[in-house]
């Protein structure tokens, strides 16, 4: 069963990602979900400022400057993770290193968009 | 064979084992809509079946049988995920192990229990979900029970039996440490369920009543599966003393009558000591917690029975360490009458003024027993401004017409 672990993070928090000390939990929690054999893939993203959002409208590309809401919190971040059951991915969004002061939404995969891999 | 024999028995498994069953195939299949879908219709199989064929001799394991195959047959029809497969594999396997096994089938509710009250379910549907899977009671029902619309509470079970499926919760009992916090969402969907059928005791033969028995039923079920757990007898005794007062609660005429007025020869004797035993279980493992104390008191109260006096300053002391544990708002209210009843008048109000604004303004045990209390103060007045706002608060006719007898009586 495949989890997707999207990190919503606060500005002030997401500016801190550069410390020496969130770069290093960032690695070890990367390494410790390698080591145990659950980890498909994922990564930090770049502030929402960087973001472009592309939508298709009666044959039409519309390409707009920005993310697709501006909210408070915003996604910085997801992993997604080959694991038995909703606990399982629990246990591992409460250790991610941003759980303490961001908020890590657990949501299943819906298998279809990976043809041959059921879930 | 007579005709009513096979209705019969089909009427007895369904109210007996019906939450055995869905526990069973759906901690094996993970989804307890589809669960029971196949239960269902197994069941209807068997009222088609069984009046021409005769009851089986494991009439169970033949339902097991037939929900096994509905279940196949709706995963072959929908395609839905391969994963169920495998799943199928067991349950068809086990179903045949129970057919000619002598044993019985595993029993799985707990597992269902946990899942139920699981911290990824709405909280607002744990306790609903709980009656409907373990007890296999309705929706209407239900929904009655909680004061929302059937439709509402049917979409309600929906979704969080769609969430259960989809996000792949696990039916097993948890490990520490989350065990503490997971048995306690379990305790407190078992108590809501209990005071939801408590409160509306006066709808006399309305259908709320009987969600206190099933409440204290799925209470049983719980200390079968825990025994080792002492909140779980603590929650069980606790339902037991307030259950025990029944009959007590209102006179004949349907008047209101408080606790420390209540004929002791009305309380069942036969359920004050069956919640005397569990409390006595409880207290051997010497691990206090919240459902224990607040049974404690109610076994104090119990007591009257035999003693003809109620001990107020135990009662104060259980509170104490209730308030300590789960500072909740009734404990707090609870804690300042203890004070009061014991003599310290002044102590408890002091207590009670203490209190957020905000969490007592629409709670009425506390304007009835800051009525109370100044009422023992001689604050007529204010006593009765307290009453009245007590009175505008409840929604049971007959303790609001005893509410207002106070406030005319000051």
Same mark, same amino acid.
């Given at each position: ?119 | ?11 007895? #498994?369904?109210? !007996? ?22 239960? !269902? ?68 509710? +707990? ?77 407190? %969907? #078992? ?43 603590? +929650? ?64 104090? $109260? ?12 135990? #009662? ?29 008048? %002044? ?10 604004? !905000? ?12 009525? $109370?209390?100044?009422?023992?103060? !001689? ?32």
């Amino acid at each position: 069963m495949k989890y997707a672990l999207l990190a919503h993070e606060s500005q002030e928090y997401f500016d801190r990602r550069k410390e020496a000390g969130a770069i290093a939990a960032g690695k070890a929690y990367g390494e410790a979900l390698q080591a145990a054999g659950v980890f498909i893939g994922g990564a930090g993203l770049e502030s929402p400022a960087t973001a472009t959002t592309v939508s298709m409208r009666d044959g039409k590309r519309h390409v707009q400057d920005g993310p697709y809401a501006e909210t408070k919190e915003f996604l910085a971040g997801f992993a997604v993770i080959d694991v038995p059951n909703l606990d399982a991915a629990l246990e591992w969004a409460a250790r991610h290193p941003a759980a303490g002061h961001a908020s890590i939404e657990v949501r299943p995969l819906a298998g279809f968009y990976f043809p041959g891999q059921p879930r | 064979m007579t005709e009513t024999e096979p209705h019969a028995t089909i009427e007895s #498994i369904a109210r !007996n084992s019906y939450g055995r069953l869905i526990a069973y195939v759906a901690s094996r299949s993970g989804d307890v809509a589809g669960a029971e879908d196949a239960l !269902n219709d197994a069941f209807l199989a068997a009222l088609e079946r069984w009046p021409i064929d005769g009851v089986p001799q494991k009439p169970e394991a033949w339902l097991l049988h037939v929900a096994r195959n509905r279940m196949i047959d709706a995963a072959r029809h929908k395609q839905v995920r391969e994963k169920s497969e495998p799943f199928l594999q067991q349950i068809a396997e086990e179903a045949q192990s129970v057919a000619t096994a002598h044993d019985n089938f595993p029993d799985e509710r +707990l597992k269902l229990l946990f899942v139920c009250a699981h911290p990824a379910i709405e909280s607002a549907a744990r306790t609903p979900l709980m009656l409907q899977t373990v007890l296999g009671i309705d929706a209407a029902r239900i929904a009655a029970a909680f004061l929302v619309s059937p439709a509402a509470m049917s979409q309600r079970l929906v979704r969080a039996k769609t969430k259960i499926r989809d996000a792949a919760i696990p039916f097993c009992v948890p490990d520490p440490p989350e065990w503490n916090e997971r048995v306690s969402f379990v305790l407190d %969907a #078992i108590y809501s369920a209990y005071t939801t059928g408590w409160e509306s005791l006066i709808d006399v033969g309305s259908t709320h009543h009987v969600l206190a028995s099933d409440a204290i039923a799925i209470g049983r079920t719980l200390v079968q599966s825990m025994p080792d757990e002492p909140e779980a007898h603590g +929650l069980l005794a606790l339902m037991l003393h307030c259950e025990a007062r029944n009959a007590a609660r209102y006179t004949t005429d349907g008047e209101f009558v408080p606790l420390d007025q209540q004929d002791t020869l009305l309380w069942s004797q036969a359920m004050i000591e069956e919640a005397e035993g569990h409390l006595c279980s409880a207290s051997a493992f010497n691990r206090m917690g919240r459902y224990q104390l607040e049974a404690a008191i109610q076994s104090i $109260h119990a007591n009257r029975a035999v003693s003809g006096w109620i001990d107020w300053p135990e #009662i104060a002391l259980l509170y104490e360490g209730l308030v300590k544990i789960s500072p909740g708002i009734g404990s707090l209210v609870g804690r300042a009458v203890a004070l009061a009843q014991m003599g310290n008048v %002044a102590d408890g109000l002091a207590a009670l003024e203490k209190l957020p604004a !905000n969490r007592f303004v629409s709670y009425q045990p506390y304007w009835a027993a800051r009525g $109370h209390l100044l009422e023992l103060l !001689n604050k007529n007045d204010e006593a009765k401004e307290a009453f009245t706002r007590a009175a505008a608060l409840t929604d049971d006719a007959a303790l609001r017409d005893y509410l207002f007898k106070r406030c005319a009586r000051v």
